[in-house]
């Protein structure tokens, strides 16, 4: 009688670095996308760190596929190369997060400025006469300036949204800015059309850039909160210790060795002293 060998594999488990998200309901579409993988048992999702973590049975699924789900829902993904160490990839993820909220920080502080210039123009030459519809025309080639350079990351989230037939915030910050944009278009460019209906032929083109460099800053912030609580993280794991004395058998007997931790095998008996 032979002891049968066929055991089906244990679950595994996997972090997968998860980019574009921006809102608790973009983390909870794609926990929801990975928990309806076949063969996934558990899916978690930080939207703080931007990783999850799935554990799946490896002979119903694969990461690739796991992968290919994340980025069906409109986000990015990539799988940690392998001979790339837990250290090297935060380290990676630090450099990643640094360049975004020096980006995020820039693009907040000049959106800013020229969103409170615009408005102080705008309620200087509030009125209908020929300085007025030159500015509102100055302002609809800046606005047009700031909305494709700082708010380009909205629209393309908010279309991401979209095509996968989802809502998120870019959806929300697109639509508000967006609304406004057209309809001080449409007032700059036909303002006889509001007149006839006895409506002023107002802009808001002031409104769109401040609705941006609000939003921005606010991202600004959360990318440094990441960024944060990841040094926060690396301190801690940096407290562990670096050597651990197990108890070995050797030639001279059995003995108490100190090793280092990376050296630790499973089902040895470690020593832990006191301090």
Request: aromatic share 6%; hydrophobic share 50%; glycine share 6%.
């Amino acid at each position: 009688m032979s002891a049968r060998t066929d055991y089906p594999p244990t679950d595994e488990t996997i972090r997968i670095p998860v980019s574009g998200m921006t809102c608790a309901a973009c983390q909870a579409r794609v926990q929801r996308s990975l928990a309806k993988q076949p063969g996934v048992t558990d899916a978690v999702v930080n939207l703080m760190m931007g990783i999850a973590t799935v554990t799946y049975h490896p002979n119903e699924t694969k990461p690739e596929a796991l992968v290919d789900a994340i980025r069906a829902t409109g986000y990015g993904a990539e799988l940690a190369s392998p001979e790339q160490t837990a250290f090297e990839e935060q380290a990676a993820r630090d450099r990643a997060q640094a360049a975004e909220f020096a980006d995020l920080r820039q693009k907040a502080i000049v959106t800013g400025v020229i969103g409170a210039i615009a408005m102080a123009v705008s309620m200087s030459y509030m009125g209908s006469g020929s300085t007025a519809r030159a500015i509102s025309f100055a302002l609809l080639v800046v606005t047009a300036a700031v909305m494709a350079w700082a708010g380009a990351r909205f629209y393309r989230g908010a279309w991401n949204a979209l095509r996968h037939r989802s809502a998120d915030m870019n959806t929300l910050v697109a639509l508000g800015s967006g609304a406004a944009f057209l309809y001080s278009v449409a007032a700059t460019v036909a303002p006889s059309f509001f007149v006839s209906r006895g409506i002023m032929p107002d802009v808001y083109y002031e409104a769109v850039i401040i609705i941006i460099a609000l939003v921005l800053t606010g991202n600004a912030f959360e990318s440094r909160a990441k960024a944060r609580t990841s040094k926060a993280l690396r301190t801690l794991v940096n407290l562990r210790p670096v050597v651990a004395r197990v108890v070995r058998a050797d030639v001279d007997g059995v003995r108490e060795l100190d090793v280092g931790v990376d050296t630790v095998q499973s089902g040895e008996t470690v020593i832990v002293r006191p301090g």
